[in-house]
């Protein structure tokens, strides 16, 4: 499974590369307004740094416009994905850009049908949003299992499942035991899943027992 991390915080991100772990970053405007930074300036430091597929959204909502912001975001970095919502404009761009030879990632899903349709439209990733679902009573997990259903009755379709609204380790998880092909995950999602008080504990102890044994090891 891949790991994206879903953050526009650079330094985070500089950080999360560095693991060697990370395998792309999704932004949204809504992230983008939070880094307080100018869009195209975030995206080209993040794509300097993840050389995966780097998720920039369009904020327009009618085809042309799409086509008009991916022309320009596409220009930042050769590893820019083009973020469009799953609309019907949206899914048009989608099939356009996608023959072009850019990467898409169809975004806002919460449906199966949905699923198909940007799958259809030639998408690169389908975003569903599984803590969003969750958020309203629903079944995120159960979407993914559903999607992962669907596409496996047609291998031809080469979209890849992106697990997003990732909100515990738990969600990474159960997409991973489901087999989704990407999650994007929050940083402090991503530092959780390294994380158990065992490992801790573990660690502790060997050190207090070397430290007794008075060695170095250089
Ligand atoms: C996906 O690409 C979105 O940026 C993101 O996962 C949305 O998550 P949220 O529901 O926590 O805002």
Known sequence: MKFFVDTADVAEIKV??????????T???SL??????KMRDVIAEICALVPGPVSAEVAATEYEGMLAE???LREIARNVTIKVPLTPDGLRACRKLTGDGAMVNVTLCFSSAQALLAAKAGAT????????LDDIGESGMGL????????RQYPYLKTEVLVASVRSPMHVVEAARLGAHVATVPPAVLRQLFAHPLTD???????????KTGQRIV
């Open 16 to 25: 999360l590369a560095e693991s060697g772990l990370l395998d792309g970053v």
């Open 70 to 72: 991916a022309r320009v």
């Open 125 to 132: 990733f389908v975003s569903p949003f599984v803590g969003r």
């Open 144 to 151: 993914i299992a559903d999607i992962m259903t669907i596409f």
């Open 201 to 211: 504990k573990g660690l502790a102890a060997f050190l207090a027992d070397w430290a």
């Open 27 to 29: 932004t949204n405007p």
């Open 32 to 37: 983008v307004a939070k880094s307080g930074r």
